[in-house]
């Protein structure tokens, strides 16, 4: 609470203290770097405009929707980007429903093995890619096991599976566990109490966890590049792109994957306000 | 037997996700281990034959990439801590009721697909491409001057690519920052700077560690900056294991190299820990 208060009166303090033209620089530094960031997304939003004639779309030659309308030219395109949607959704699911339940067993049990579940929830978020990915071929390799769609989704679920844990363990660890003592001294069962209590509680942990791994998932380049044998992704298709001339269809899906992530965001902040009214 | 059960709760609730980080992750973790001392071929396969001069033979062939690696890693991150400390620390203590909106714009980035925010500075940065073109063009640079495939548009891609991850976990520790310590310190005649070095700037160093650990290590193992922005003098160890293990299909060698850069990043992780002192790491680590 204490926090709280003192965070209404904190603005007021130092901008009377501190010479104004200090906090100016700052705040141009801020935004320079903020404009740095999203130059590389204006371009790909402009250039998905280009009435461009070859297959290279890297001189300005004019505005047109056209491309728009033929996103089928490359019907593997599209694929590749149908394969990237449904396995980011299902590692959403997925690592998100067995982040949660290791995430509630590390914040609210106190058990053997927890300092190893916790090493390997840490090594797992450290390591770099490259060797997660390396590792996981070397074993498909030797065992025969087919690459293609189900080896992607296994690595994405690997790597995501972490990153859920940790998000759900923080909020676990700031629940009171009175409410759901409260719930089971009224007669609720076991059951009852965790669908009832615990996991409203925890949704926005687990919203934000599936969220996270979604977005982990849709952008991986090289743990999936290792996996993948025939299957192509939408980050894969891309790079394939780089080396014959990567079409302005790559620009509209990208511009609309942007679009769609950057509304679904909005709408989720404003429906957050509106509930906390 | 609810005590039983109780006791199984937790086992239960781990197991699954435990299962799947044990097959997935740890199992090819110790199997790329073996892999690492095995000798062979593709055709005829390989076999065990704790063959450790593989080691030093990958190291002779490969330290130039792995030295350039780390060397790459460390100054985006020095460049990230840089441009991100200014910017964490305006918009934590300035940013007033628009903080959550300058956060969404420096995640805005993450909406557009990695490999494809890197082709767009690989674009702005060709030859006779937006930048470069136009210097020319108004005789500001050398005709034959270029950025592109060389060592700074690498880290340049690198600094870009990971600076939000640098930038959050320092605004985050800031944020936490009791104000009042600050006036505390002023009203001890501290001045500014003072101020700062003593009060605030320990205060966000969990943040700045954090903040490290997740810029150096994807930094110095990324592939995908120094395979579209930099050149054959460039490469970095990631495009080498790629490589042995794609094109050369060298899988002892490629797993030894592996096990070398999972080896040193974490020799480095754990000395830089020991210089901030453990709590700090402790608490970076539980986030």
Redo the contacts between chains.
Sequence with gaps: MS?AT?DT???A???R??PPRQ?RL??I??WL??I??????A??ILFSFNDTKGRFN?TWQGFTFKWYGQLNAYPDLVGALLNSLTIALLTAVIAG???T??G???G??R?R??GA?NL?????I???????G??????F??LNVPRGYLTIL??H??FS??FV??TVR?RVLTLDPALEEAARDLGASAVTTFRLVTLPMLFPAILAGGLLSF?LS??D??IT??NSGSTIT??LW??GS?RTG?PPQ?NVL?TL??VA??LL?LGN?LWARRRNR | MNRLRARLTPYLLVMPGGLWLAIFFVIPMVYMLSVSLMTGNVIDGFKLTFHFSTYGHALGLYHDQLIRSLIYGLIATALCIGIAYPMAYWIAFRGGSRKSTFLFLILLPFFVSFVLRTISWQFFLSDNGLVLGTLKSWGMLPADFSVLATSPAVIFGLTYNFLPFMVLPIYVALERVDQSLVEASYDLYANKVQGFLRVVFPLSLPGVFAGVLMTFVPASSDYINASILGGPENTMIGNVIQNQYFVASNYPTAAALSFILMAVLLIGIFSYARALGTEDVLEAAAG
């Design positions: 926090t003192l009166t904190e603005p303090a130092p901008v203290r501190r906090g700052l705040a530094w801020t770097v903020i740095w960031l999203l130059l590389p997304i371009v790909m890297n429903a067995l982040g339940l290791i509630l067993a590390l609210r049990y058990f093995g927890s579940t390997v929830t840490f090594a797992a450290s390591a770099p890619e490259v060797v997660m390396a590792s996981l071929l070397s074993m390799l030797s296994i690595a679920v690997m599976v972490s844990t940790v923080a977005a849709i952008d380049y090289i590049s290792f939408f980050p891309i790079w780089t990567t790559v990208g994957i942007f992530g950057v965001a902040v």
